[in-house]
Nanobody, 129 residues
């Protein structure tokens, strides 16, 4: 079973940038879609972005569209989340997880957490104002 480890979080000023990494071990990510989620203070865990197994399909939550970019390097068994123009409301612990696809919950434009597995322990992103 694949094990995911997130890294790259930290403290950044509003308007700044960070790149998160999601590294897999024990198994390959080649056949899995990978999603990034976040859990902010006082909020529920929410999907941020997702990338298909081959990297040809990417999906973003509306609140990060145009600011965040998800990518993957299957040779390195790693998925990335480039975050630009960060806002204080982006403060959260960011997690990655695998899925069969980036399909949204039926009839919605959000991902179902139950469709994702192999969750990492997360990396904390703090955006100061």
């Amino acid at each position: 079973q694949v094990q995911l480890v997130e890294s790259g979080g930290g403290l950044v000023e509003a308007g700044g940038s960070l790149t998160l990494s999601c590294a897999a071990s024990r198994s390959t990510l080649d056949y899995s879609a990978v999603g990034w989620f976040r859990h902010g203070p006082g909020k529920e865990r929410e999907g941020v972005a997702c990338i298909s197994s081959g990297g040809g399909i990417t999906e973003y939550a509306p609140f990060v569209e145009g600011r965040f970019t998800i990518s993957r390097d299957n040779a390195k068994n790693t998925v990335y989340l480039q975050m630009n123009a960060l806002k204080p409301e982006d403060t959260a612990t960011y997690y990655c997880a695998t899925a069969l696809s980036c399909q949204f919950r039926y009839g919605t434009s959000v991902w179902a957490l139950d469709d994702f597995s192999n969750w990492g322990l997360g990396t904390l992103v703090l955006v100061s104002s």
